[in-house]
Nanobody, 123 residues
Framework: QVQLVESGGGLVQAGGSLRLSCVAS????????MGWFRQAPGKEREFVAS????????DYTGSVKGRFTISRDNARNTVYLQMNSVKPEDTAVYYC????????????????WGQGTQVTVSS
């Protein structure tokens, strides 16, 4: 069993930066793929980024490539999402997810989820 707690959300101006953190409990964290998803009001939850258990492989959705960076520190049981050059369309609740997944962009593949952290980007 893994419990995930996100933090770092808030209000930021367009063009600014924000770093989200997700701390996991449980010994299995280092063996799980970690993902970040987001859900804007009235929209479906969408994939943002993922990182393999070793950190050697990362994936991003096209709209955040070059702006967001996912990383992890297995010694601290923490995964990060560095968000740079944010845009108003990045406004959403951001969720951290964990699991042994085959398709990293599919939310149903992840059994463990955090409660989410709100990110609001003002124009």
């Amino acid at each position: 069993q893994v419990q995930l707690v996100e933090s770092g959300g808030g209000l930021v101006q367009a063009g600014g930066s924000l770093r989200l953190s997700c701390v996991a409990s449980g010994r299995s964290f280092r063996y799980y793929t970690m993902g970040w998803f987001r859900q804007a009001p009235g929209k479906e939850r969408e994939f943002v980024a993922s990182i393999s258990w070793s950190g050697s492989k990362t994936d991003y959705t096209g709209s955040v490539k070059g702006r967001f960076t996912i990383s992890r520190d297995n010694a601290r049981n923490t995964v990060y999402l560095q968000m740079n050059s944010v845009k108003p369309e990045d406004t959403a609740v951001y969720y951290c997810a964990a699991g042994r997944v085959a398709q990293v962009s599919i939310s149903d593949e992840y059994p463990y989820w955090g409660q989410g952290t709100q990110v609001t980007v003002s124009s």
